[in-house]
């Protein structure tokens, strides 16, 4: 017999304090719940460790999204990473972290030491956390869950610009968000997302990266409908 989901947290989309409980583990037996950035779990309670929302995706997994510059790493995360220096075994990756992260240059699919890829100083990641605590380097790899490459590795070309993590939630969220929604309907282009607040924009044409960019930046306070609307007065300009 398979046992009911639990439903969610009362807090899910209302502001939490650090030292809220916002979930009762007592209560959800058999259940798996994943937790990002903003929770830790005390005893048969999880707590939130920073304030903002509480934020819910199917099926369990709860983090609090605050609007802020700083990036706090969390397993399973996709992140923009920019290489600072370079090891034998590892390449060191700012990610917006308290610390650099580690890349082990075996984190790619395929990875031997034959074929170590060759990435100087400055090169952009797409990358995954697979290891992340609040006393050691977080690290990375260039594969998925299955070892396979997906879309993770370098990003060429294109621009690369900063958002608070918030905005990058939002870019992720599922439903797609309505600035990506209404660009995507005019225009082609390519985008990263990294839940440490950057976002990285290429297009066969500069405008239409200029113009992506911009959007993007703009829509952080904006409703729906103001981002749309937004995004119409930005096309206009365009033609």
Same mark, same amino acid.
């Given at each position: 017999?398979?046992?009911?989901? @639990?439903?969610?947290?009362?807090?899910?989309?209302?502001?939490?304090?650090?030292?809220?409980?916002?979930?009762?583990?007592?209560?959800?037996?058999?259940? &798996?719940?994943?937790?990002?950035?903003?929770?830790?779990?005390?005893?048969?309670?999880?707590?939130?460790?920073?304030?903002?929302?509480?934020?819910?995706?199917? @099926?369990?997994?709860?983090?609090?999204?605050?609007?802020?510059?700083?990036? &706090? @790493?969390?397993?399973?995360?996709?992140?923009?990473?920019?290489?600072?220096?370079?090891?034998?075994?590892?390449?060191?990756?700012?990610?917006?972290?308290?610390? %650099?992260?580690?890349?082990?240059?075996?984190?790619?699919?395929?990875?031997?030491?034959?074929?170590?890829?060759?990435?100087?100083?400055?090169?952009?990641?797409?990358?995954?956390?697979?290891?992340?605590?609040?006393?050691?380097?977080?690290?990375?790899?260039?594969?998925?869950? &299955?070892?396979?490459?997906?879309?993770?590795?370098?990003?060429?070309?294109?621009?690369?610009?900063?958002?608070?993590?918030?905005?990058?939630?939002?870019?992720?969220?599922?439903?797609?968000?309505?600035?990506?929604?209404?660009?995507?309907?005019?225009?082609?282009?390519?985008?990263?997302?990294?839940?440490?607040?950057?976002?990285?924009?290429?297009? @066969?044409?500069?405008? &239409?990266?200029?113009?992506?960019?911009?959007?993007?930046?703009?829509?952080?306070? %904006?409703?729906?409908?103001?981002?749309?609307?937004?995004?119409?007065?930005?096309?206009?300009?365009?033609?």
């Amino acid at each position: 017999m398979e046992s009911r989901r @639990p439903p969610p947290s009362p807090f899910v989309e209302n502001y939490v304090v650090p030292g809220d409980v916002v979930l009762d583990l007592s209560e959800m037996t058999n259940q &798996t719940i994943k937790l990002g950035a903003g929770l830790r779990q005390e005893c048969d309670t999880i707590q939130a460790t920073s304030s903002g929302k509480l934020r819910l995706s199917k @099926p369990n997994k709860y983090w609090v999204e605050s609007s802020q510059k700083r990036y &706090t @790493p969390s397993v399973e995360d996709t992140v923009l990473g920019i290489v600072v220096d370079t090891k034998p075994d590892n390449f060191l990756v700012d990610i917006k972290g308290p610390n %650099l992260a580690f890349l082990p240059v075996l984190a790619f699919e395929g990875g031997t030491r034959r074929n170590i890829p060759k990435f100087e100083i400055g090169t952009l990641i797409y990358a995954r956390v697979v290891k992340a605590n609040s006393i050691m380097n977080p690290e990375l790899s260039c594969m998925d869950a &299955t070892g396979k490459a997906a879309e993770f590795g370098q990003l060429k070309d294109g621009y690369m610009f900063d958002t608070s993590t918030g905005m990058s939630r939002m870019l992720l969220s599922s439903p797609t968000c309505p600035v990506l929604e209404a660009l995507g309907k005019k225009l082609s282009f390519e985008i990263a997302v990294g839940l440490n607040g950057r976002v990285w924009v290429n297009a @066969p044409a500069p405008n &239409t990266v200029i113009l992506v960019s911009n959007a993007i930046i703009r829509s952080e306070s %904006l409703s729906g409908i103001k981002q749309r609307a937004m995004v119409e007065n930005l096309l206009q300009k365009l033609t």
